[in-house]
């Protein structure tokens, strides 16, 4: 089973990679990462959690939903409106903070088959997609927060980072 990987690994702030072709490697990872992801009870992973730096993520949203697999991922477009939620990530356990983010996007990219597509998303899964796009860049949802909420976070960031990992906040659910 893939192992998630935590807030200070460096991995989590590096810039991925493309795809050059989507194969049956690719896809098989796709396929371990949706193992992992729902095993940790999480409706989104991306590839630098796991510690592949590969544009790459999978999204489940909810347990009968059909899984999603995007591959070499590009946001062409955010609308204006914006909204705000509670987001909390697999690899920052126990931390959940309210974020805004553009409401809808247009995306662009490669499915499991293959197939170039261009989609535009709203409600959530809009949400999801931004946040995992953010992963393959080397950011994190925190770095969308004001520098005096980031502060208050700090106590925390630092036990993550020492791997002090309340076993409880693995069990947390809908992260992503
Ligand atoms: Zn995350």
Redesign the pocket.
């Known amino acids: 089973m893939l192992n998630i990987v935590y807030y200070g690994d460096p991995v989590l702030r590096e810039e991925c990679e493309d795809f050059k072709q989507i194969d049956e490697e690719a896809v098989n990872l796709a396929q371990d990462m949706l193992v992992a992801m729902e095993t940790y009870k999480g409706v989104g992973l991306a590839g630098p ?1 796991i510690g592949i730096r590969k544009k790459i993520f999978v999204i489940k949203m909810g347990e009968d939903a059909k899984p999603l697999f995007f591959f070499n991922p590009e946001i062409l477009e955010v609308s204006e409106e914006e909204n705000i939620a509670e987001e909390g ?3 920052l356990p126990g931390i959940w903070e309210k974020i805004i983010r553009p409401a809808s996007i247009k995306l662009k990219y490669t499915n499991e088959k293959d197939e170039e597509k261009i989609e535009q998303i709203d409600g959530f899964l809009a949400r999801v997609v931004q ?1 995992e796009n953010d ?1 393959l860049h080397g950011r994190l ?1 925190i770095d969308h927060l004001s520098l005096v909420k980031k502060r208050l976070l700090k106590k925390a960031l630092t036990k993550i980072k020492n791997g002090e990992i309340d076993e409880e906040y693995l069990q947390e659910k809908d992260r ?1």
């Open positions: 959690q990530c697999l690899s946040h992963h949802f992503i």
